[in-house]
């Protein structure tokens, strides 16, 4: 099973920037989109940004022109640049990619463990 692994997370003054990084253990066959989510505790998971196959992407209003979402060429990394952050941007961000795995026969999704952003105001 491939696993997506984050990293970049940490405790940040309001204000600051952080940069998440998101890669898989294994190579996939094809990609359709790379997503971030965030959760706090007794709220929903909620998508951050998206990058598609394409190069589109698309990002909620509560981060718009803050969060910027990319990959690098080769698909095998996501990352978002967290620009201004806020104490509300406190949450476990997740990374959700989804792709077709060599070793599979359909589309899955494919969700990282989480990695913590703090943001002290």
């Known amino acids: 099973q491939v696993q997506l692994v984050e990293s970049g997370g940490g405790l940040v003054q309001a204000g600051g920037s952080l940069r998440l990084s998101c890669a898989a253990s294994e190579s996939f066959y094809s990609i359709a989109a790379m997503n971030w989510h965030r959760q706090t505790p007794g709220k929903e998971r909620e998508l951050v940004a998206g990058?598609?196959?394409?190069?589109?992407?698309k990002y909620a209003d509560s981060v718009k022109g803050r969060f910027i979402i990319s990959r690098d060429n080769a698909k095998t990394t996501v990352y978002l640049q967290m620009n201004s952050l806020k104490p509300e941007d406190t949450a476990v961000y997740y990374c959700?990619?989804?792709?077709?795995?060599?070793?599979?026969?359909?589309?899955?999704?494919?969700w990282g463990r989480g990695t913590q952003v703090t943001v002290s105001s």
């Open positions: 990058i598609s196959s394409s190069g589109s992407t």
């Open positions: 959700n990619w989804l792709a077709f795995a060599r070793n599979r026969i359909s589309w899955d999704d494919y």
